[in-house]
């Protein structure tokens, strides 16, 4: 199963972060603006990434690339927007 969580995917217990246009505002505050600490943890989650995926095989590099261009089977937060957009409650 393939989840996401704002900029990242979850998927075989390993946690991505997720090429989106986020990424691009991110990349220019750090490069021009004032990151704040979520643009540099997320910064820090793509390094991190950038160098597991070079450590990996051709092989295992194209399935995690499969895997970060999929759709995901769900997506967190998801169900409370849903929830709130529609008048009810998200409490468990």
């Avoid at 989106?20 to 390094?47: E, F, T």
């Avoid at 089977?73 to 409490?91: I, W």
Wanted: charged share 25%; with cysteine; proline share 4%.
């Amino acid at each position: 199963m393939i989840k996401q969580s704002g900029v990242f995917k979850i998927f075989n217990e390993m946690t991505w972060p997720f090429p989106c246009g986020g990424l691009s505002d991110i990349a220019w505050r750090l490069r021009y603006g004032h990151p704040n600490k979520k643009d540099l943890l997320v910064a820090a989650s793509v390094i991190n990434a950038y160098q597991s995926l070079i450590g990996r095989s051709q092989k295992r590099r194209n399935e995690i690339c499969q895997k970060l261009k999929a759709k995901p089977d769900f997506v967190y937060g998801q169900e409370q927007a849903t929830a709130q957009a529609e008048g009810g409650t998200t409490d468990e």
